[in-house]
């Protein structure tokens, strides 16, 4: 089972923000940074936001992300039926000594 | 534009070796990291691994014996084999490039690139 936890699911409306938060430890958020992956069922997932809050080019400024101490969170604003995906925060444990996926949260737009 | 292609057999029986390869088409293989990450059905992605253009691994420990991952640069690709399988490796298995960050003196890394996915069942 994963060590690092999120929500299983979130939902907006279109034009909405929301966010979705992601818990971890002193062995992986808390020490290291956090990366955020996109995934559409069916597809490959997509590097959405790295070392915390760093978009990758191409990735849309309504995506957003922070950490504090053993969280981390990513925010959507301007929700769009496109965004309605799984959603994954991930982070290298060093207790672990790999890498780390969150729980995973699936956003509805509704 | 760096692609991820991958392939290898997708239905396997108890007790056999899941082997699938991935080929890094339109770019080097040198200087990256190469991952194996699966996603069994209705469940989050999971870390298996990873190795070096030289060939250096690191395996998630609960799979480390039977895990086995192997590059051959000339062909451009990377692979994985997965021994002794059961129903429980039944997943969505996808390569993905690992690009990495230093900060400190660690090397943090993400994966900006990922392959399609194979899906493997393993049945009795």
């Known amino acids: 089972q994963s060590v690092v936890t999120q929500p299983p699911s979130v939902s907006g409306t279109p034009g909405q923000s929301l966010t979705i938060s992601c818990s971890g430890s002193s062995s992986n958020i808390g020490k290291n940074t956090v990366h955020w992956y996109q995934h559409l069922p069916g597809t490959a997932p997509k590097l959405l936001l790295f070392?915390?809050?760093q978009r990758p080019s191409g990735v849309s400024a309504r995506f957003s992300g922070s950490k504090s101490g053993t969280s981390a969170s990513l925010a959507i604003s301007g929700l769009q039926s496109a965004d309605e995906a799984d959603y994954y925060c991930a982070s290298w444990d060093d207790s672990l000594n790999g890498y780390a996926f969150g729980t995973g949260t699936m956003v509805t737009v509704l | 534009q760096v692609q991820l292609q991958q392939w290898g057999a997708g239905v396997l029986k108890t007790s056999e070796t899941l082997s699938l390869t991935c080929a890094v088409n339109g770019g080097s293989i040198s200087g990256f990291h190469w991952n194996w990450i699966r996603q069994p059905p209705g469940k989050g992605l999971e870390w298996i691994g990873e190795i070096s253009q030289s060939g250096v691994t690191k395996y998630r420990a609960s799979l480390k014996s039977r895990v086995t991952m192997s590059v051959d640069a000339a062909e451009n690709q990377f692979s994985l084999k997965l021994t002794s399988v059961t129903a429980a490796d039944t997943a969505v298995y996808y390569c993905?490039?690992?690009?990495?960050?230093?900060?400190?003196?660690?090397?943090?890394?993400?994966?900006?690139?990922w392959g399609r996915g194979t899906p493997v069942t393993v049945s009795a």
């Open positions: 993905a490039r690992q690009r990495r960050t230093l900060i400190g003196l660690f090397y943090v890394p993400r994966f900006d690139i």
């Open positions: 070392n915390n809050n």
